[in-house]
């Protein structure tokens, strides 16, 4: 998802005090090890538990992470010219295989489970629509797109434009049906991101950490050995002003949230928000303005909450309700009156603020 919401994670610019400044490897806190970095156009943080790790070990996963963001920025970036998505998207031909890694097809296989689920809103084909509105690596525009030009760049986009296979082999391919076919994975690849780090982490025997890239963010296990990863949802302000929506306890889960509210520019008086609707190709007009999903899986979260934010309130609640899914959105009525609605397996996941 898109880092448009802004996240307080609780307590992690202490825990990095604590860890420079304290080598007492009996408090777990202590222990803490940070790594930060820059990655898919945006930043990342790791906080993870670092007793009984050597100096030598730390400086090795902390490279490794690195490498591992860095891989998957040079897989599916649309800003890189020279990344696998963005070659796959300036090719014009049509009915001819392009091979891609397992990494940029699992991704691809997740987003079009989540186009289905979501009824077409999450749909990563719509990358000439968002370039068109200015939201993409194309500039932002001085005139609002004409009806004509939505009209035209919308014959480029559908999941059916596309597709997905395998050879004999077993390398991954994409086909275009049409030359302007161009995908874009932004509203899923920094969960996917999030999920490979964690994986990472995993295999070092790692059982406590904070995994931060672009707002979406991973849990395991605690800050210290009696206090859980907190994590605090603002609320979103028009004005600027900073105010706490809720306090979360991930319990081993991702967070993953998408936000109309930030990412946006004036035509003539007129707001237009990134979050493009694939069904009309113009920025959706929502009364949603931010949805956080909670998942195990970062990536689904990240594309359930860009599919989400598309849909109507209403919509999106009965959808997460149907499939069990703890989400948390900010909405805003007719009057400008903000308040909050969650599913009911976002309950569990509440603390006090």
Known sequence: MRP???LFIYGVVALLLLSVGSCDSNNAENSLKVTNGRTMGTT???????EGISPQQVESINQNIQQIVDNIDGKMSTYDNQSELSQFNQ?????????????TAKVIQEATRLNELTHGTLDITIGPLVNLWGFGPEKKKSVKPSVEEVSERKKAVGMNLFVLSKDIDGRYYLLKEKPEVYLDLSSIAKGFAVDEVAQYLDQQSIKNYLIEIGGEIKAKGYKNKNKPWEIAIEKPSLSGKREIAQVIDLKYNSLATSGSYRN???LDG???NHEIDPRTGYPTTSDILSVSV???SNM???????????MNSQDAIALADELDIPILMITKDENGKIKEVYSEAFVEFIREK
Do not use: C, M, W
């Open 270 to 272: 007129q707001f237009y």
């Open 44 to 50: 990342y943080v790791v906080n993870y538990d670092g």
């Open 4 to 6: 448009l919401l802004r």
């Open 91 to 103: 090719s014009k031909k049509v009915s001819e295989p392009f091979y891609i890694s397992d990494e």
């Open 264 to 266: 946006y520019y004036e």
């Open 300 to 310: 689904t979260a990240d594309g359930l909450a860009t599919g989400l934010v598309v």
């Open 294 to 296: 909670i998942h195990p």
